[in-house]
């Protein structure tokens, strides 16, 4: 083995390697999210008119068989952005119905029972301000609103997002009761159709019930639908907003697979598939549109992009309403964080909307003892500060390994500093020399590095963690750290962790190649400048993990070396 292998000899660039592919994961992300699309057109022709683009706002699925007799869903001919068409001139002038929950602050459109306004009255944009956030909204820039209504093979009428229903009152409260009902309806041909929004008392779900009276002379057939309609232009990543990095965009479930869509490829744009036990939503940093059909129902997933418009809805199995019959339909909504408790009662898999990357198997683990823990501790950055001391009990026997390891070949410095010195001018031969020198010392260069190979992904899972949990955005800590999820605001983190990683170089072994050494010593520096604009809470891990380290590898080489001591004076 040649002296200048930094691999078996430096642990501690299995660190490197992680960060590396941490950094990896953070670009593979960013050409995801927000690269150009490769086939986007490049212009038209000077003096030729732009193809007019399909306004999907105005798009109703209708009940079409395939070849496996499928429903399918095909949007009608409609109106270019700009032109006001019938539909959208009536939605223009619809009243809308103001709900306002413990949670929530909304508007229900008329036409439709589009959910037209949804404000999130506990999460303010700036911490501080008093303005919330909010998800569906009527800007046209950015257009989002969560639709739904019944359609039919037929010509119609039916009641569907653009029908016009009527409301016994323009204004609802919770008030102090558990569950608020805001019913609309709609009726024509003999047709009465009631259609109820539930809303329940501290959640971002909201239930959809549909009552279906067949008063006419022949059967009604229906089909319940939902669709997420939103004008998502690309937005460009910043390495000082790390937010920047998480997914934007549709997804979905089908039953087996979590998938996020891109409305730039063209099989995704072309996207038809039918689902069962499966959901769809609309994806944004720490908050989330979801519609969840009801469990079992066989429902067809569909995806539509018009430029940076893209709508994404579903269409429930066919349901015959018999002359004087009445049919119950429901599904449920989501509008609102991405809290895995509240996620988790709507569907098993709905908690992926939360979206830690391809550990996520390890970081859904990981929120669920850091949640534990804060329910105990009742703070964020305490509830960090405990996790990273359980799993580094955890990794414990592992370190112990690594931490003996190094520390016997800290004791070997000075007699490799004398076989560098003998053979300087033979590298072969100092290869030996050093191999002859651990295998006598019964010393494992390689030992060192097994238990940081293991940590690289719980950190990378950690980091999504922290990144991707609304449950730790604007989440203080203590004195200046007001917002676990977002950069430290004095760097004072950063710079306490190059402190300390200065500290555990000194700790170990150094390097026997000189540039190695050099460049070992430069790394708490480099890292604390890239830390610097990560989630305070992930430099606080990083933090307490190091000084954990610190004092487990100092304790482990006091011993150690009052072994040697004893065996030399013995």
Known sequence: MSNNSILPNNPRVYLWVGLAALLALNVQYWMHDFAPALNAPTGTTAGAPAPATPDLSSSVPQAATGSAGAPSVVAPAVPA????????????????????????????????????????????????????????????????????????????????????????????????????????????????????FVFRRGQYSIGLDYSVHNGGAAALEIRPYAQILRNDPRTKSSYLHVETYAFHGPALYDGTKYRKLDPTSSDDARLSLEVKDGWMAALQHHFVSAIVPPAGAPWHFALTVSGNQYLLSGTGPELAVAPGATADLAQSLYAGPKLQSQLAVLSPELGRVADYGRLWILARPLFWLLDKVHGVTGNWGLAIILVTFLLKLLFYPLSEASGRSMAKMKTLQPRIKNLQETYKDDREKLGRAMMELYQREKVNPVAGCLPIVIQIPVFIAFYWVLLESVEMRQAPFMGWIHDLSSRDPLFVLPAIMAVAMFVQYKLNPAPPDPVQAKVFMIMPLAMSVMFAFFPAGLVLYWVTNTCLSIAQQWNINRRIEAAAAARRAS
């Open 81 to 196: 952005p700009g032109e006001a068409g019938p539909e959208a001139a009536a939605a223009a002038g619809a009243p809308v119905v103001h709900v306002h929950t413990d949670v929530l602050d909304l508007d229900i459109s008329t036409r439709g029972g589009t959910l037209a306004r949804v404000d999130l009255t506990q999460y303010p944009q700036v911490k501080g301000e008093a303005a919330p956030v909010r998800l569906e909204n009527g800007d046209p820039a950015t257009l989002y609103e969560l639709q739904s209504g019944l359609t039919g093979a037929g010509s119609g009428p039916y009641p569907n997002h653009l029908a016009l229903y009527s409301a016994e009152r323009t204004d609802y409260a919770l008030g102090d009761a558990q569950e608020l009902k805001v019913p609309l309806t709609w009726s024509e041909g003999g047709v009465t159709v009631t259609k109820t």
